[in-house]
């Protein structure tokens, strides 16, 4: 019964906001969906992961155990649905991307924390890193057949990522000021990645629902086998392994579905995804935690 409480007192907070979010579009208010998600993701998001990782209580020799781990599950992950893919004779435009790809930024973030409090976030945000720079080149690639690593490069996030982890592995930290300044702007990235998440799903027009079902019940299914399994081989800590089989386990991203649209491929089916794969994840996710946990 403890169990039961401790996990919804983690997921709650997470779809409840998720779900102003959708509400807030269904009554028929503005939300300018493309400037919140720029301030997130070149502001909020950067404050929140520099100042995450320069105070997190992580060994620099667990940082890269982590690191190798999530290389080592995402290359799992890419080679179970390539196969999955081809065998299954789908789209590799349409849906590789986002059966490998999870949401890791909205929801993993924030379940992170929720669960596990600063050293869960300073956990997710290094497997957040790495999930992004895959999907800005390789992901990119997947739906458009050419990568952007000079992309990725002028991404605020990978700079925030690169910067945080220098002053963690050097013992440096900005100003009292600086870092409380920061932190504030930090604290906004949750909330609203939660809220315009739920916004981005009331918009979406899906297609293809049956498929779409069966589709994200098998990404949660071989995301956590292969997570699992990688976190069991690298002997990662408790909250590390936890942290890693949720953030490979999250749904489809609602970026996979602006890659869709914006090369060509058939966004519909995955806005499909999208939808199915989160809703889907308000059972799921809870029942990984309390497996985790």
Not at 174 to 193: D, K, V
Request: charge should be neutral.
């Amino acid at each position: 019964m403890n169990l039961i409480v401790t996990v919804l007192e983690i997921v709650a907070p997470v779809f409840l906001l998720a779900a102003v979010g959708f509400a807030w579009v269904k009554l028929g208010f503005e939300y300018r969906i493309e400037f919140v998600t720029r301030l997130a993701m070149t502001l909020a998001v950067p404050c929140l992961i520099f100042v995450a990782l320069m105070q997190a209580d992580m060994d620099p020799s667990a940082i890269a155990n982590l690191s190798l781990a999530t290389l080592a599950a995402y290359a799992g992950v890419t080679i179970v649905f390539w196969i999955f893919v081809w065998i299954a004779g789908l789209n590799r435009r349409t849906y590789l991307a986002p059966l490998i790809f999870g949401n890791t930024g909205n929801l993993g973030l924030p379940l992170a924390i929720f669960a596990f409090g600063d050293i869960g976030l300073s956990n997710a945000i290094v497997v957040f890193a790495i999930m992004a720079v895959l999907s800005f080149t390789f992901g990119i690639w997947l739906v458009s057949g050419s990568g952007s690593p000079k992309k990725v490069l002028g991404e605020p996030m990978v700079g925030a990522t690169i910067l945080g982890a220098i002053f963690l592995w050097q013992g440096w930290e900005t100003p009292t000021f600086l870092t409380n300044t920061l932190s504030l702007i930090g604290q906004m990235a949750i909330p609203i990645m939660l809220i315009t998440l739920g916004v981005a799903v009331a918009r979406l027009n899906p297609q293809g629902m049956w498929r779409a079902t069966a589709l994200s019940f098998i990404k949660v299914i071989v995301c956590v086998a292969i997570a699992w399994g990688v976190a069991t081989v690298f002997q990662l800590d408790r909250i590390s392994f936890a942290v890693l089989v949720v953030q490979v386990a999250t749904p489809v991203a609602v970026t996979s579905y602006m890659l869709a649209e914006k090369y060509g491929a058939d966004a519909q089916s995955v806005a499909g995804l999208v939808v199915v794969s989160t809703v889907m994840s308000v059972g799921a996710l809870p029942l990984i935690l309390a497996l985790v946990l």
